[in-house]
C-alpha cells in the first residue's frame, strides 16, 4: 500500500481560505436585507422591480454558502 493521498481530498491553503462559511454567510444576509429594503421603499420602481432578484440571489447564495467549511 502506498501513502499517496486519494484524488480529490488535497485543498490548496488559498480555497481554504477563500470558500470559508462565516464571511460569505454575512454577504448573502446583506444581500437578502438589502432586498427587503429595495422591496419596502416607495421610491425608486427600479429598485422595487429588482428586489425579487436581489432576495432571491441573497437566499440561494446563502443556501449553497452554507454547505461551506467552517
Given amino acids: 500500500?502506498?501513502?499517496?493521498?486519494?484524488?480529490?481530498?488535497?485543498?490548496?491553503?488559498?480555497?481554504?481560505?477563500?470558500?470559508?462559511?462565516?464571511?460569505?454567510?454575512?454577504?448573502?444576509?446583506?444581500?437578502?436585507a438589502v432586498g427587503i429594503v429595495m422591496l419596502l421603499q416607495p421610491l425608486a420602481l427600479v429598485l422595487f422591480t429588482y428586489s425579487f432578484v436581489t432576495i432571491l440571489v441573497g437566499t440561494v447564495m446563502f443556501m449553497v454558502v452554507s454547505k461551506f467549511p467552517d
Fill in 1 to 32: 500500500m502506498s501513502a499517496q493521498p486519494k484524488i480529490g481530498t488535497f485543498r490548496s491553503p488559498l480555497s481554504r481560505r477563500l470558500f470559508r462559511r462565516g464571511p460569505w454567510e454575512t454577504v448573502a444576509t446583506v444581500l437578502i
